[in-house]
């Protein structure tokens, strides 16, 4: 079973995000394709990134700047695809999801691997400019991000009490997002399988050191 990790970009008391996570993790869940596991950002608080060469240590076995953030970076390796799920905030992802992004540092951890977005915002923006902040971002990582988003505008009204989307529109837009994904996350493990090239940056320094 494909590892499916959604991470949670909003740790703030009161947040919009659990009204979503309600709608869609079982979704997720019962899709059939993933073994799900939630990362709240809540349950790590990671440090703002302080890493440099020497707080890394031994690049095959990295000391990092504190055993949370090994941990998370251990954590972030362990998954063969990622939701995100993301509020706008001043037109573009929150701090703690970006802080949690770059301190996957050295570990290639979101390496080869698909991500997808679930972007929320109180009025008719959606969160889309979260998401396509988060497009740019994640390439950078070497992730490979699903074209189909999930935007949800309005998200106080979004959901009824049982936790159902309003707009079944958001339903069949889930269930497109999460086959995309699927798909992608196995013919990218498959490939991580038949051998990666190293990453382009130690490639780099490696010639470099040649010359
Ligand atoms: C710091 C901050 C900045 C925000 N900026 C935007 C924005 O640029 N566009 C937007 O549509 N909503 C914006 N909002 C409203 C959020 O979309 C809304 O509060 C959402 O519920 C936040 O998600 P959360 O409750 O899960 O943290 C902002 C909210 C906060 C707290």
């Known amino acids: 079973m494909l590892k499916l990790q959604i991470i949670i970009g909003s740790t703030r008391s009161g947040r ?4 979503v996570l309600r709608w869609l993790i079982p979704v997720a869940q019962s899709c059939g394709a993933f073994e799900v596991e939630t990362l709240d950002l809540r349950d790590w608080p990671l440090p703002f990134f302080e890493e440099t060469m020497a707080t890394v240590g031994d690049f095959n076995n990295p000391t990092y700047s504190s055993p949370l953030v090994k941990r998370w970076n251990n954590k972030i390796k362990e998954a063969d695809a990622y ?8 037109h573009a992802l929150p701090g703690v999801l970006k802080n949690a992004i770059d301190t996957v540092f050295c570990s290639f951890g979101f390496r080869h691997k698909p991500v997808a ?18 497009n740019q971002i994640m390439l950078e990582t070497e992730a490979i991000p699903v074209r189909t988003q999930t935007l949800i505008p ?5 959901f009824d009490a049982e936790g159902k989307a309003s707009n079944p529109a958001l339903d069949i ?5 999460l086959d995309d994904l699927a798909w992608l996350a196995k013919a990218l493990k498959l490939a991580r399988v038949g051998g990666e090239l190293l990453p382009a940056t130690i490639r780099s320094r490696m010639a470099t050191a040649r010359k």
């Open 16 to 19: 919009n995000a659990d009204a």
């Open 83 to 90: 939701v995100m799920v993301t509020p706008e905030y001043n």
């Open 117 to 134: 977005f679930v972007a929320y915002s109180i009025g008719v923006a959606a969160g889309v400019r979260a998401a396509e902040s988060l």
């Open 154 to 158: 309005f998200v106080t009204s979004a």
């Open 173 to 177: 837009g889930l269930t497109i997002m």
